[in-house]
């Protein structure tokens, strides 16, 4: 099945730092998604984006799928950015739910 | 608010016993999904219906079963429980199949003692 690498595993940063997690995946995709878990353990959407580029705020997303990768930029951090941010995507042409990464955790320190 | 619902948020069972967890998808949406989190596994898929028929499956064990009801909601019915089914299921839904945004319930937390 897709592979799905997401890095780094974990990050520390200050608050008001910026940050760029990356998505690599291993076939073709038609549908990528970005998740914020936050403490509680809800899983909230933040972009759906199989390809292109799109801003939502201090956040912005990019996917090169030509290239099997998408970016997700978070500027400004603060400290509710905190958690685990999960890149997912299904593979093209299959009957399949999503596949998710194992994350990248998080931790904006005031 | 993702406007997905999950009943019950948390559950506690014994092994061998058998649970059902319930999910309204958003109102509109024809898709249904069901996803389990374990701290060893991830988040892994189980399995998807549209418009109440099963269109894909994905890791979910013989004796997790679910189906889809004429209103839309669905139930994931889990059975002769383990100390490893403990996990964090989550229901999604789309307004149609996989290739749609997908949005996800708050969760059931399911602990087997």
């Known amino acids: 099945g897709i592979q799905v690498e997401q890095s780094p595993p974990d990050l520390i940063l200050q608050e008001g730092a910026n940050s760029t997690l990356r998505c690599n995946f291993s076939?073709?995709?038609?549908?990528l998604q970005w998740f914020h878990q936050n403490p509680w353990g809800q899983l909230i959407n933040l972009f759906y984006i199989p390809s292109g580029t799109k801003q939502n705020g201090r956040l912005s997303a990019t996917t090169v799928a030509t290239e099997r990768y998408s970016l997700l930029y978070i500027s400004s951090s603060q400290t509710t950015d905190s958690g685990v941010y999960f890149c997912?995507?299904?593979?093209?042409?299959?009957?399949?739910?999503?596949?998710f990464g194992k994350g990248t955790h998080l931790i904006i320190q005031p | 608010d993702s406007g997905v619902t999950q009943t019950p948020k948390h559950l506690i069972t014994a092994t061998g016993q058998r649970v059902t967890l319930r999910c309204s998808p958003r109102?509109?949406?024809?898709?249904v999904y069901w996803y389990q989190q374990s701290l060893d596994q991830g988040l892994q898929f189980l399995i998807q219906?549209?418009?109440?028929?099963?269109?894909a499956k994905g890791n979910i064990l013989e004796r997790f079963s679910a189906q889809q009801f004429p209103d839309l909601h669905s139930e994931l019915n889990l059975s002769s429980l383990e100390l490893g089914d403990s996990a964090l299921y989550f229901c999604?839904?789309?307004?149609?199949?996989?290739?749609?945004?997908?949005?996800f319930g708050p969760g059931t937390r399911l602990t087997v003692t």
């Open positions: 999604a839904s789309s307004v149609a199949g996989a290739t749609y945004e997908q949005y």
């Open positions: 109102s509109g949406d024809l898709s």
């Open positions: 997912a995507v299904k593979v093209g042409g299959g009957a399949d739910g999503l596949t």
């Open positions: 076939d073709s995709v038609n549908n």
């Open positions: 219906y549209y418009n109440g028929e099963e269109r």
